[in-house]
């Protein structure tokens, strides 16, 4: 039934419909237009205490054109920390030199240890000062942990009454804070003694105790360049290492006189259990057979006189 209103060409060729009146249109526009006043009329009444907060976090979506550098993708520090001192520093503004978390500097090297007793005077000891030809200057020297600085804690022994204790692990000379707690000597230290020789004849001896790390062979150097002469301090167990002959090497650049002091005896017995003729022949072999050769001066030679 529904096709007969319609022709071929799908064009309405049923009854006529009746028209809706003008009139009609506009009352009921007009009806929709006083609804939509009286509700616009009731948010403007609405009262402000009871209105829902708004949330900052909603954002109004506009239409406004944004560049790519002026957009915001995340929230500034300001908004999240408020009342927080924001620094921003660029990368290329600390030097490369700068370390970024700078280490914790302490100024207060040396450690200063109580007075001891002098068994000489100081009027007696100024003596010597006033008369150049009782004063010696000598160095000591030796590879690492040889017993450099126990030898100037025996010899401070007899000087300024320091009882020598050799499970004591803080040395005399070795007065700075990094020094005892490497168990090692950093700089070169001097030391005045009153020793005597063997017609009792009394000299003001200022001993340099240096440190046997290759490390630091320039403290050695500058030592050498003072003093008279060295003693060098040999290990019974370890014998003459190749640091003990570049020490050698340089007194002998400087014109020195050297005194070979071998140390730590009780090591051939404790530790490798010699019998007397094993340990002599051990310390024969290890004074003259390696040598040391720097210009017409050999090891041997030295032993000999």
């Known amino acids: ?53 708004s949330d900052p976090r909603i954002e109004t979506i506009s239409n406004e054109i944004v560049l790519q550098e002026d957009k915001r993708y995340y929230p500034d520090l300001e908004e999240v920390y408020p009342g927080a001192e924001v620094l921003v520093m660029e990368e290329d503004i600390q030097p490369l030199s700068e370390p970024i978390i700078a280490p914790i500097k302490t100024k207060d090297f040396d450690i200063v240890d109580k007075v001891h007793r002098q068994v000489m005077a100081y009027d007696y000891l100024e003596g010597f ?26 010899f401070l022994s007899y000087t300024h009454g320091i009882s020598f204790d050799n499970k004591n692990e803080r040395r005399f000379t070795d007065s700075r804070k990094d020094e005892r707690e490497r168990e090692l000597s950093i700089k070169a230290k001097p030391v005045s003694l009153v020793l005597q020789d063997s017609r009792e004849k009394s000299y003001l001896v200022n001993i340099m105790d240096t440190p046997g790390h290759p ?7 500058a030592a050498l360049r003072v003093c008279d002469g060295a003693l060098v301090v040999v290990d019974a167990v370890e014998g003459v290492m190749q640091g003990t002959e570049r020490l050698i090497k340089q007194a002998l650049t400087e014109g020195l006189s050297i005194v070979i002091v071998i140390n730590k005896i009780d090591r051939l017995v404790v530790e490798l259990r010699l019998p007397p003729n094993d340990a002599y022949h051990k310390i024969r072999h290890m004074l003259c057979l390696q040598t040391v050769s720097y210009t017409h001066l050999t090891l041997p030679t030295i032993c000999s006189v």
């Open 1 to 53: 039934m529904e096709n007969d209103m319609y022709d071929e060409f799908g064009n309405y060729i049923g009854p006529e419909i009746e028209r809706v009146p003008e009139e009609a249109k506009s009352s009921g526009a007009g009806e929709l237009m006083e609804d939509f006043n009286e509700l616009q009329r009731g948010a403007r009444d609405f009262p402000p205490e009871e209105a829902a907060p």
């Open 215 to 221: 490390n630091f062979f320039d403290e050695v150097v």
């Open 129 to 154: 000062f006033q008369n150049p030809d009782l004063i010696r200057n000598v160095a000591v020297l030796g590879q690492l942990h040889h017993g450099k600085s126990s030898l100037i804690d025996t």
